[in-house]
C-alpha cells in the first residue's frame, strides 16, 4: 500500500512537471507567432500556432490541482475532455489540409476556406464529446487525488477511441502525403531553374516536417491508452506503478514534442527565437504565401 502511495504520488509530480514543460514548449512557439508576423502568416506555421494554442491551455489546466466539489473543479473535468480531444482532433485537420495541398495543389486562399471550416467543426466535436462526458460518466464528484477528471469506462472508451481514430486516419494521410512527395522529388530534377528547384524542395521539407505531428501524438496517447484499456477490461485489478510513471512522462507532453520538432530543429525559428532573446524588432518581410522562409 505504501508502494502505491508512493508511486502515485511520483507519478503526480512527473505529470505536474511534464505538464510544465508542455507549457513552456507551447509557449515559445505561441509567443514567436505573436512576436514575429510572418511566423504566423505563413500557413503551415500557423496551424502549428493554433495547435500550440491549444496544448498550453491543456498544459496549463494540467498544472493547477483540482479541489473536490469545488466550482473550478466542475469546470476542470470537462475543460480537460474539450481541450485534450482538440490537439488530436486539430492535428488530423492539418494532415487533411496538407493532403490536399500536396496531392490537389491547392492555394493558400482555398486551403484557409476550408481550414476555417475545419477548425469550427473541430470545437462542435469536441462539444459533443464533453457532453457525451457529462452524460456517462459514473460520477460527478471528481474523485481524482490531483485533478478533477470526469470517471466512468463508458466514456473512457468512447474518448479514447475518439482520438485513436483521428491519430489512424492522420497516420494514413500522412503516408500518403510521404509518398506523394516521393513522386514530386522525383520531377524537381527536371527543372532547370536553380531557383525553382530550391523553392520546390525546402516546400517539401516543410510538408515533411509536418508529418511529425502523428508521430507526437502515438508518443503522447499510447501508454496512456494502454492504461486506460486495463482499467476498462480489468477495473478490480491493482494499479501498475510502473504504466503510471509512464503515462504521467508522456501523456502531457505534446507541446514539448512540437517544440523540439518545429523550433529547436528548425533553423528559421531558432533565429527568431535569438532575434526574442535580444529583443531585436521583428523584420519587414512578412509574405503571407505557402512559399515564404519555408523552413518551417
Known amino acids: 500500500m505504501v508502494l502505491i502511495l508512493l508511486s502515485a504520488e511520483t507519478a503526480t ?27 504566423r502568416n505563413n500557413f503551415f506555421r500557423k496551424l502549428v500556432f493554433v495547435l500550440s494554442i491549444y496544448d498550453a491551455l491543456l498544459s496549463f489546466l494540467f498544472i493547477i490541482p483540482g479541489s473536490s466539489g469545488s466550482g473550478f473543479c466542475v469546470f476542470q473535468g470537462y475543460a480537460l475532455v474539450w481541450l485534450a480531444a482538440m490537439p488530436p482532433y486539430f492535428s488530423l485537420c492539418i494532415a487533411v489540409i496538407t493532403y490536399i495541398h500536396i496531392s490537389k495543389n491547392w492555394g493558400v486562399e482555398r486551403l484557409q476556406k476550408l481550414m476555417t471550416k475545419l477548425h469550427i467543426i473541430s470545437n462542435i466535436l469536441c462539444l459533443i464529446l464533453t457532453i457525451l462526458s457529462i452524460s456517462l460518466a459514473d460520477s460527478h464528484k471528481f474523485p481524482n487525488s490531483h485533478w478533477c477528471f470526469i470517471e466512468g469506462r463508458a466514456i473512457l472508451g468512447v474518448w479514447y477511441s475518439f482520438i485513436w481514430i483521428c491519430t489512424i486516419v492522420s497516420c494514413v494521410l500522412y503516408v500518403l502525403i510521404i509518398h506523394y512527395i516521393r513522386k514530386i522529388y522525383k520531377t524537381v530534377q527536371e527543372l532547370t531553374n536553380i531557383k525553382d528547384i530550391k523553392k520546390q524542395k525546402e516546400n517539401l521539407k516543410v510538408q515533411l516536417r509536418m508529418s ?66 535580444r529583443c531585436e524588432q521583428p523584420g519587414s518581410s512578412e509574405a503571407t504565401s505557402l512559399e515564404t522562409d519555408s523552413q518551417l
Request: glycine share 4%.
Open 212 to 277: 511529425t505531428i502523428p508521430l507526437s501524438l502515438i508518443l503522447t496517447w499510447t501508454i496512456a491508452s494502454i492504461r486506460r484499456a486495463r482499467e476498462i477490461f480489468s477495473p478490480d485489478s491493482e494499479q501498475n506503478s510502473t504504466l503510471n510513471i509512464l503515462h504521467s512522462l508522456t501523456n502531457p507532453m505534446q507541446g514539448f514534442y512540437d517544440c523540439i520538432v518545429f523550433v529547436i530543429l528548425s533553423s528559421y525559428s531558432r533565429r527568431r527565437v535569438k532575434q526574442l532573446l
Open 13 to 39: 509530480v512527473l505529470a505536474i512537471t511534464t505538464s510544465v514543460l508542455s507549457l513552456i514548449g507551447s509557449l515559445v512557439i505561441v509567443i514567436l507567432g505573436v512576436r514575429f508576423p510572418d511566423f
